[in-house]
């Protein structure tokens, strides 16, 4: 029986996630296709009640149903609640399992990249779901401090109520703050949704002067951006969002068929599948 696994969302039509999961399933031998699976809000139910079919292993879940999928499973594990977001779902013997595997994602590209982060004091910029796993990925690698800022106030008091108990400074997105704060910080991250389209920039690219030699800035962009040709230019450190995206799905695969993701495989399928859709 050719098993299946899918991407629940609206829209999900642009995504990568197809390319990267089938990739690895065909490394691997598995007899089992990754599909889009579009759901409008209204159908939400009755898609993840698809899931217990025999021939499901589970799927993936994002905008905008990451957390309201929650009360359609059995178990939603406690860094998924944590985080308010289901991206995974775990079909096994007729039971839903929800699970949250952005954070574990981030933590594996940014120790490859910047194997000393957990010495270094981190800026996120963003305070939506993306800079939720990012601020909980932070805390799981120990870094000294986390500051985050955001345009606006809704998120950022949301953030507030609901990682309670996780440490994180807030500020404001004004020149003369981030100016004064960037000297001390070793990894400026960008979990915002500006940065896919040349010119859009999540903060004047003029303050990257103010950052430390040898710091690292990370956009979840997955691909390269102005903010990230800017870093560079610099001569700082610099990450883009292409091996979160695959980390995160190569913690899905293995939750999905308990075996070993081909990470290397999934990289290029993915670099492949983002490269063709500029
Ligand atoms: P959300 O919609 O939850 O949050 C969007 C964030 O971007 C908010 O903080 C919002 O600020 C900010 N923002 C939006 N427009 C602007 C603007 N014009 N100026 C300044 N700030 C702005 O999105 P997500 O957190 O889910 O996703 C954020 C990004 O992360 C996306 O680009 C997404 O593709 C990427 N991502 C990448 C992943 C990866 O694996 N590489 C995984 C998950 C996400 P405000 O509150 O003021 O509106």
């Known amino acids: ?3 299946r696994i899918g991407l629940i969302g609206n829209p999900v039509a642009h995504s990568i996630s197809p390319a990267i999961q089938n990739a690895a399933l065909a490394a691997k031998g598995i007899d089992a296709t990754y599909e889009l699976w579009q759901t409008p809000l209204a159908e939400l139910a009755e898609r993840v009640a698809s899931l217990r ?12 149903h990451k957390l309201a999928v929650m009360e359609y499973l059995d178990e939603v594990s406690e860094v998924a609640t944590r985080a308010g977001a289901v991206n995974t779902i775990v079909h096994r013997e007729g039971r839903l399992f929800g699970d949250n595997t952005d954070i574990a994602g981030f933590a594996t590209s940014l120790r490859a990249a910047c194997p000393d982060a957990k010495t270094l004091p981190a800026f996120v910029l963003g305070a939506g779901g993306a800079a939720r796993a990012v601020i909980l990925a932070l805390a799981e690698i ?10 606006g106030e809704a998120r950022m008091a949301a ?6 108990g996780i440490a994180f ?18 990894v400026l991250i960008n979990a915002t949704s500006i940065g896919w ?12 002067a103010a950052l430390p030699e040898g710091a690292t800035v990370v956009d979840l962009t ?3 951006t102005d903010l990230l040709a800017a870093a560079r230019a610099r001569g700082l450190r610099t990450l883009d969002g292409l091996p979160m995206l695959v980390h ?11 075996v070993e993701a081909p990470v290397a495989e999934m990289l290029t399928a993915a670099a492949i599948a983002r490269d063709a859709r500029r």
């Open 53 to 64: 079919a025999d021939d499901v292993l589970g799927a993936n879940v994002t905008v905008p």
């Open 222 to 224: 997955y691909r390269d």
């Open 142 to 151: 120990g870094v000294p401090t986390t500051t985050v800022a955001n345009r």
């Open 197 to 208: 389209h040349p010119g859009e920039t999540p903060l004047s690219l003029d303050l990257l």
């Open 169 to 186: 400074q807030r500020l404001g997105m004004d020149e003369a703050g981030l100016r004064d704060a960037l000297p001390t910080v070793g």
């Open 1 to 3: 029986m050719t098993r």
């Open 248 to 258: 995160q799905g190569a913690e899905a695969f293995t939750l999905w068929t308990s």
């Open 159 to 164: 953030l507030d109520a609901e990682l309670a």
